[in-house]
């Protein structure tokens, strides 16, 4: 199977989705002439021309708009924000317009468009450029939120929810755009709503999405060397969540880390570990853990960037005390 | 009121058009070197993230701040190192800030987008395009709020002039009449995007008109024009509360960032080449040497001079210490002291 990284996986969906359905654009900054801020839409304008890859001014709620009355009459628009903190400029047009559209007008207006794009910290981007927003996005009723985590997810996901009829959102990661992964050259889709059991193991389950899933991995693979089995249950969907892929998981292994990128209150893992009290309560050997950004902005400085961020120590550890192993 | 008229108190006050010109070109060129060094820091791993040179647009911030007095406010973008230290932030203190280190201005916790001092009244880099221009006009609102006679200058790039913010923020200023000067520096590109792919008018100032706004077009190559266009502005905002719109034109002689190509597919070498011509520095430089204002060999002096002054903001952020890991917690709230 060829190895692409997860940049090109997307490049591949788009360029697919976009010959098989002429009712499919790309539109956002720098898409075009530029081939993306991170060139993920690479060689698309030559193929597609300007009606289909369209280079916006700075102009992310004026732009999220156009998507949404061009899906409320038949286009099928893919809506690139350079990154997702430039997308709360445009959030009324997601929550307010896109992902109601289809409730308030009765059932007479569904809204089939994505909105994609890189979330989550870098490198030292300080703190009004490095937020991970799954939470937000994932609470709103009428969205559905992807977060794929290696190439293969992410042209599958992606194809996915060009395809869907229904606002998804698509959370890709800046850090994770140049990983590489198999992709096969067939065609193939990932449906929405199904999570995917990345590593088995039976003495603790780590729950995961996006460029966590990486983290995840690296745990597994560092713990397997000390004898201790890791479930990873890599989300793919956030919304709808695949809860039976989690109490599985957990009804197995009878102890749980929740791991996630954006902070701890009101956070994705809030959710995770309700749905594991409710149907898991009885299995539980521990207390689940959740690993997590910390409870503040994130600062510019290299230290203090690392200590703030969720990462494979924590995620270790996390692990180690859910398993009452001393570290 | 009478007191406000023409008090402007800036640098030229009593002073002799060549010391006035000399403190240009020295602002200019400490601008530009300590730059130069920041670039060399950032290809060292010393600096991180995303890292925005101003080299090319001295003039604009340098002739803009130049007539401000100590008590008005400046806010801009996150290309935002040389305005910082035309205003007077300590270019230790700025280095520091790159290096995220605890002496840094913003306590290592910003970075380069993120400059902020309220010792000079500067408000801050900002990384969200457009997202400080409603902050400006707010600030001028407090101005007037208080029946002071201040102003600030609100900085942006020309692609900011497209987003909503700046459009809102323009007619709450019209309508209420604030002391906001509004600069677009036009550099012609918005990262790859050419302004004419952007805009659907060409003389951005023109969008003044829209909102009853006095505006004006500004060679901002020409550190002298920058100051009068400034100054009439600074009488509009100081004697009348009435906001302006000046679109200074210009060119960033960099790329985008420091992750960005100089040239590409969306501006070509050759017309890099042409506006190197037109560097702001060597155009104060000509007038005043024309004017017999200053020689080569005082010149020559001023670079030495400015050479120590920049190693000094190296050194200095050099052994400044990282912040301490407690730092993380820090300043997420302040404790309320009021009320
Ligand atoms: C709301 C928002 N959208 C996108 C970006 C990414 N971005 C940063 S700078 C920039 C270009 C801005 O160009 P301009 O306003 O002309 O200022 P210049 O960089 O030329 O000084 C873009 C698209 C951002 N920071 N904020
Ligand atoms: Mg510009």
Redesign the interface.
């Known amino acids: 199977m060829p190895l692409i990284t997860y940049r090109d996986a997307l490049n591949q969906a788009l360029r697919e989705e976009m010959h098989k359905d002429d009712r499919v654009f790309l539109m956002g900054?720098?898409v075009g002439?530029?081939?993306g801020?991170y060139k993920v839409s690479k060689g698309l304008l030559e193929e597609f021309g300007e009606m289909r890859v369209v280079?916006?001014?700075?102009?992310e709620?004026?732009f999220a708009g156009v998507g949404v009355g061009a899906a409320m009459v038949g286009l099928r628009p893919v809506v690139e924000f350079m990154t997702w903190?430039?997308a709360?400029?445009a959030l009324d047009q997601v929550v307010n317009a896109a992902a109601k559209m289809l409730y308030m007008s009765g059932g007479q207006y569904n809204m089939p468009i994505v909105f994609r794009g890189p979330n989550g910290a870098a490198?030292?981007?300080?703190?009004?450029?490095s937020q991970a927003w799954e939470s937000w996005l994932a609470h709103i009723p009428g969205l559905k939120v992807v977060a794929p985590g290696t190439p293969y997810d992410a042209k599958g996901l992606l194809k996915s929810a060009i395809r869907d009829d229904n606002p998804v959102i698509v959370l890709e990661g800046e850090m994770l755009y140049n990983l590489k992964g198999e992709v096969p050259d067939e065609e193939y889709l990932i449906p929405l709503g199904k999570a995917e059991l990345k590593r088995e193991g039976d003495h603790c389950s780590i729950i995961t999405s996006g460029k966590m899933v990486l983290v995840a991995m690296q745990a597994a693979d560092t713990l397997a060397k000390e004898g201790i089995k890791i479930d990873v249950v890599d989300l793919r969907t956030i919304r709808p969540m695949d809860v039976e892929a989690i109490t599985t998981s957990v009804k197995k292994t009878n102890r749980a880390v929740v791991l996630e990128e954006g902070w701890e209150v009101c956070g994705i893992g809030s959710q995770i570990v309700d749905y594991i009290q409710r149907d898991c309560f009885d299995h539980l050997d521990s207390p689940v853990i959740r690993v997590h950004q910390?409870?503040?902005?994130m600062?510019?400085?290299?230290?203090?960037e690392k200590?703030?961020k969720p990462d494979l120590a924590k995620t270790i550890a996390a692990v180690k005390k859910v398993m009452y192993i001393e570290a | 009121m009478a007191a406000k008229k023409k008090d402007a108190g800036s640098v030229e006050a009593g002073k002799s058009n060549a010391a006035l010109h000399t403190e240009l070109l020295h602002s200019m060129i400490l601008q530009r070197r300590f730059e130069e060094k920041v670039a060399e820091a950032y290809a060292l791993g010393k600096i991180g993230g995303f890292c925005h040179l101003y080299i090319g647009q001295e003039a604009v911030g340098t002739g803009c701040i130049s007539m401000l007095r100590d008590d008005d406010y400046v806010i801009t973008t996150y290309r935002d190192h040389g305005q910082a230290i035309a205003r007077g932030v300590s270019p230790r203190s700025v280095m520091a800030e790159l290096f995220g280190r605890v002496d840094g201005c913003s306590k290592g916790k910003g970075g380069s987008m993120h400059i902020f001092d309220r010792n000079v009244n500067f408000l801050g880099g900002h990384g969200i395009v457009g997202g400080h221009v409603p902050m400006a006009t707010g600030v001028a609102f407090a101005i007037k709020y208080r029946g002071g006679n201040q102003a600030i200058v609100c900085f942006m790039g020309e692609a900011a002039v497209n987003n909503g913010a700046f459009h809102e923020s323009l007619n709450m200023a019209g309508l209420w009449k604030l002391p906001v000067i509004y600069v677009i520096e036009n550099n012609k590109y918005g990262m790859g995007t050419a302004v004419e792919r952007a805009s659907s008018i060409k003389d951005m100032y023109k969008r003044g008109d829209t909102y009853s706004i006095a505006n004006a077009e500004v060679d901002g190559q020409d550190v002298l024009a920058v100051r009068d266009a400034m100054s009439a502005a600074l009488e509009r905002a100081r004697d009348d509360y009435q906001p302006t719109l000046l679109e200074i034109r210009t060119y960033r002689f960099m790329g985008h960032s420091m992750s960005d190509a100089v040239s590409g597919t969306y501006r070509t070498k050759a017309e890099l080449e042409e506006y190197l011509k037109r560097d702001p520095i060597n155009i104060l430089e000509a007038k005043m040497k024309a004017a017999g204002e200053i020689t080569g060999a005082q010149i020559a002096d001023m670079e030495k001079e400015i050479g120590v002054v920049v190693q000094d903001a190296w050194d200095f952020a050099d052994a400044s210490p990282e912040p301490p890991l407690e730092a993380l917690y820090e300043d997420v709230l302040v404790e309320t002291t009021s009320g």
């Open positions: 900054e720098e002439v530029y081939n801020a280079d916006t001014p700075i102009t709620l004026g903190n430039f709360l400029l490198l030292q981007l300080s703190a009004q450029h910390a409870d503040t902005p600062p510019y400085a290299k230290a203090l200590s703030a």
